[in-house]
T-cell receptor, first 111, second 116 residues
Framework: QKEVEQNSGPLSVPEGAIASLNCTYSDRGSQSFFWYRQYSGKSPELIMFIYSNGDKEDGRFTAQLNKASQYVSLLIRDSQPSDSATYLCAVKGSSASKIIFGSGTRLSIRP | NAGVMQNPRHLVRRRGQEARLRCSPMKGHSHVYWYRQLPEEGLKFMVYLQKENIIDESGMPKERFSAEFPKEGPSILRIQQVVRGDSAAYFC??????????????FGPGTRLLVL
């Protein structure tokens, strides 16, 4: 089992709709969770981080964390073509100093 | 406030040569992380360093790869006797010094290494 799992996609969403990206992790003691966006040929860009169960909202983005289910998600409201990118879920484990990345979900917003 | 800087942005080496990748963290950051990304794949952790110390090198190949972060100057990722399989994008990230924000990593633009 991978430490951080994401559906590779591509996930196709019509412009203006809500895009929902999901991630599961294996280390039950994980404490910190991150979402990064990566455009093709570019470096990852931090979108959000979340530490506590529940929702965290920032503009059009909402991160959701459920530690009991070992599940973290990212919702993008009012999707724009510029949101088309690969979204990387990242998790900091309970004992390790490193952050483990999922392989990413490719999101495509169709006009 | 300059972000994380990496150079060179592109590096071409022939098999058997050495590759040196440099990373200067953001101002005020003393934690540096190196990742490798193969085409169409996710980021693979390689090594985590603080000034003059290697904290976690569990992702580093046992041979040919080394990393340092001296007291003065940038962090260096060194690959000796490169092989074609080393061709990838190498990203450096840095994080601040204290508190929960210490865990938030900010990425540099990456170095694209091509081994011929």
């Amino acid at each position: 089992q991978k430490e951080v799992e994401q559906n590779s996609g591509p996930l196709s969403v019509p412009e203006g709709a809500i895009a929902s990206l999901n991630c599961t992790y294996s280390d039950r003691g994980s404490q910190s969770f991150f979402w990064y966006r990566q455009y093709s040929g570019k470096s990852p860009e931090l979108i959000m981080f979340i530490y506590s169960n529940g929702d965290k909202e920032d503009g059009r983005f909402t991160a959701q964390l459920n530690k009991a289910s070992q599940y973290v998600s990212l919702l993008i409201r009012d999707s724009q073509p510029s949101d088309s990118a690969t979204y990387l879920c990242a998790v900091k484990g309970s004992s390790a100093s490193k952050i483990i990345f999922g392989s990413g979900t490719r999101l495509s917003i169709r006009p | 406030n300059a972000g994380v800087m990496q150079n060179p942005r592109h590096l071409v080496r022939r098999r058997g040569q050495e590759a040196r990748l440099r990373c200067s963290p953001m101002k005020g950051h003393s934690h540096v992380y190196w990742y490798r990304q193969l085409p169409e794949e996710g980021l693979k952790f390689m090594v985590y360093l603080q000034k003059e110390n290697i904290i976690d090198e569990s992702g580093m190949p046992k041979e040919r790869f080394s990393a340092e972060f001296p007291k003065e100057g940038p962090s260096i990722l060194r690959i000796q006797q490169v092989v074609r399989g080393d061709s990838a994008a190498y990203f450096c990230a840095s994080s601040p010094d204290a508190g929960n924000s210490q865990e938030t990593q900010y990425f540099g633009p990456g170095t694209r290494l091509l081994v011929l």
